[in-house]
């Protein structure tokens, strides 16, 4: 059986995509990320842990994605609203028990960063804006995916754990990517949205990243691979 694409659409007011993030400073990309995709998969299964030969599977696997963004009541495109930046203090207001002082972040050599051991750290969110997402999968797999994305065993979130979507996140399965993304883009129309740009796993006439986004394994010790995308814009 050969694999097929299953169409994710992923919204929500809030979303994170961290692909270079430092831990005082968690960026977000334009647009999801590999990684981030398949870590929904997996609360979707309940699959915790390394995961290196489930993640073998889908190291050269294509990945499409389509971004839109709200209209007026024209139909014009409205201005895409401003990463949104939050600051959180991690590492304060705990107690002298063991298992409390492992939640105070610590430098290399076990050290506090600071006296107090308190940080702080900026962190990006994109606003108001969904994705259709076409994720080829393994064809032994899908089955399982299609059950755990309608029936997930944890909780979903866009990025971070406070993103959290508002829409059906599994939308069907397609023999092609352009056959996914017509899908995709008729649940946009149906919500006023339009389209501001896309995402090929290919060389094309746009402008070309190279992410190191195709995790090899998550878990305590997590390891990528770089993948080059063209970013298309619209206008």
């Not at 389509?66 to 401003?82: I, K, V």
Request: glycine share 8%; aromatic share 10%.
């Amino acid at each position: 059986m050969a694999n097929r694409y299953l169409l994710m659409w992923l919204e929500a007011p809030l979303q994170s995509w961290g692909y270079d993030s430092k831990f005082a400073r968690r960026d977000s990309l334009d647009f999801p990320t590999k990684s981030g995709v398949l870590g929904l998969l997996c609360c979707a299964i309940g699959a915790g842990g390394p995961q290196e030969q489930w993640l073998a599977q889908w190291s050269n696997l294509d990945m499409q994605v389509d971004a839109y963004m709200r209209t007026d009541w024209q139909g014009n495109p409205l201005p895409r609203l401003p990463l949104l930046r939050d600051f959180q203090m991690v590492g304060s207001s705990y107690g002298d028990s063991p298992w409390e002082k492992l939640m105070v972040p610590k430098m290399s050599d076990g050290g506090s960063p600071n006296g107090s051991g308190t940080k702080v750290t900026h962190r990006y969110y994109l606003q108001d804006m969904a994705f259709a997402v076409a994720l080829e999968v393994p064809a032994a797999l899908e089955a399982d995916l299609v059950e755990g994305l309608d029936s997930p065993v944890w909780p979903f979130y866009l990025g971070r754990k406070c993103c959290v979507p508002s829409e059906l996140i599994n939308q069907g399965v397609y023999v092609t990517a352009s056959e996914a993304m017509r899908a995709g883009a008729a649940i946009a129309a149906d919500k006023k949205r339009a389209l501001s740009f896309s995402v090929v796993q290919a060389e094309a006439v746009g402008e070309l990243l190279t992410l190191n986004d195709v995790p090899l394994a998550f878990g305590e010790h997590k390891h990528y691979q770089v993948r080059q995308v063209t970013v298309l814009k619209t206008s």
